[in-house]
């Protein structure tokens, strides 16, 4: 019903930079919020960056200053531009949308996509 497609994963030199993209298809009424995480082996999932339906962001205080998050709503689509990449950047970062899948239904779901590999090393 709802799908997100990420790419732009990659193996970076650390202090390079990286620009990850998730696309949300499918029934979708609005999309209130898009987000990214990320997951390291050994650690929890946390919250990286998102952006709301009216543009407001947050961040990661581990990230600030080194990530933007945006969207383009024309596409429902959310971009993570990465730069000064260090290694303990290195995870599989998840896109998650939190979005309506019809007008008349009151609720919001959540939707995750598959995650993309970002390896930062020398």
């Known amino acids: 019903q709802v799908q997100l497609v990420e790419s732009g994963g990659g193996l970076v030199q650390p202090g390079g930079s990286l620009r990850l993209s998730c696309a949300a298809s499918g029934t979708i009424a609005s999309i209130i919020a898009m987000d990214w995480y990320r997951q390291a082996p050994g650690n929890k999932r946390e919250l990286v960056a998102s952006?709301?339906?009216?543009?407001?962001?947050n961040y990661a205080d581990s990230v600030k200053g080194r990530f933007n998050i945006s969207r383009d709503n024309a596409k429902n689509t959310v971009y993570l531009q990465m730069n000064s990449l260090k290694p303990e950047d290195t995870a599989v970062y998840y896109c998650?949308?939190?979005?309506?899948?019809?007008?008349?239904?009151?609720?919001?779901?959540?939707?995750w996509g598959q995650g993309t590999q970002v390896t930062v090393s020398s």
């Open positions: 998650n949308a939190a979005l309506k899948v019809s007008y008349r239904d009151r609720n919001w779901y959540r939707y």
């Open positions: 952006i709301t339906s009216d543009g407001s962001t």
